[in-house]
């Protein structure tokens, strides 16, 4: 990977965005190595939690300006090709089987917010900055919307979509942006206290938790619904990993997964 690095601990894969020197902004090439990136690890047995983090000053500073200036003169048809590949990759990120945690080390600007909010959790150090700046350029955070409204709620998006106002990490933490909020020096023992939460809890269950927040949230509570949470407990249940984490927990031993680890 050119604008990438990977670092493997265990079963925790620390995926990293290495372009300091432009605050991590992210052009086509990033997108695509983000998307191979997140669908390869998803799909590895041996990973079982993904840290999205990055290297420099900024976590990302939104598009790249030298590919900014490229779109500029892209017809209507390129710019749906060109966002169509930048919603494919959070759609990616959002929907990666593992659980992904965002280790928010510095400043988050427009599609930079996107990645943050595709991830399942976020801890942000308290320095960080936080901005929506799309409407500054004329613009506005459509690829990003469905991910940072489900982040930041409605209520917010409306605020800061709208005014693009720089906000801080406690803001960010107010709004249920972000998880945590730390000092530097505890940002790195936080993602891995988190990191070591996701790989002790059953690996299928962690997957059918994420997949059943993003089937429940914001739904009216219908009877399709219920019945689709009772055939989810009950699917469980009988499953081998659920049949494990009972007898394990009767038998006061360690369940399977922890003794791959």
């Not at 988050?108 to 409407?135: F, Q, R």
């Not at 409204?149 to 106002?165: D, K, V």
């Not at 906000?167 to 993602?191: C, Q, S, T, W």
């Not at 059943?212 to 499953?239: F, K």
Request: contains cysteine.
């Amino acid at each position: 990977m050119k604008h990438l690095q990977l670092n493997m601990q265990g079963p925790v894969a620390t995926l990293v965005l290495n372009r300091p020197e432009v605050r991590n902004a992210f052009n086509d090439e990033v997108i695509a190595e983000l998307t191979a990136a997140f669908l390869e690890l998803g799909g590895r047995d041996d990973v079982r939690c993904i840290v999205l983090a990055a290297n420099g000053t900024a976590f990302c500073a939104g598009a790249d300006l030298n590919w900014m200036k490229r779109m500029a003169d892209y017809t209507r048809d390129e710019n749906v090709a060109d966002a169509s590949a930048l919603a494919e990759m959070l759609r990616v990120v959002y929907t990666c089987p593992k659980p992904t945690i965002a280790k928010v080390q510095g400043d988050v600007y427009a599609g930079g917010t996107g990645l943050v909010a595709a991830c399942d959790i976020a801890v942000s150090v308290d320095t960080a900055g936080y901005c929506l700046s799309e409407v500054k350029l004329g613009l506005i955070p459509a690829t990003i919307s469905p991910y940072v409204i489900r982040a930041m709620g409605a209520r917010a998006a409306h605020r800061y979509f709208l005014t693009a106002e720089r906000f801080d990490a406690a803001e960010a933490l107010r709004i249920g942006f972000v998880h945590e909020v730390v000092a530097a020096d505890a940002l790195d023992g936080k993602v891995a206290e988190l990191a070591k939460t996701l790989v002790n809890a059953g690996p299928q269950a962690v997957r059918l938790c994420k997949q059943l927040v993003q089937d429940v949230a914001g739904q009216a509570i219908t009877p399709e619904l219920v019945q689709m949470t009772v055939e989810g407990i009950a699917d469980i249940r009988v499953s081998d990993e659920g049949r494990e984490g009972v007898q394990s927990f009767l038998q006061k031993r360690k369940p399977h997964w922890l003794l791959t680890v």
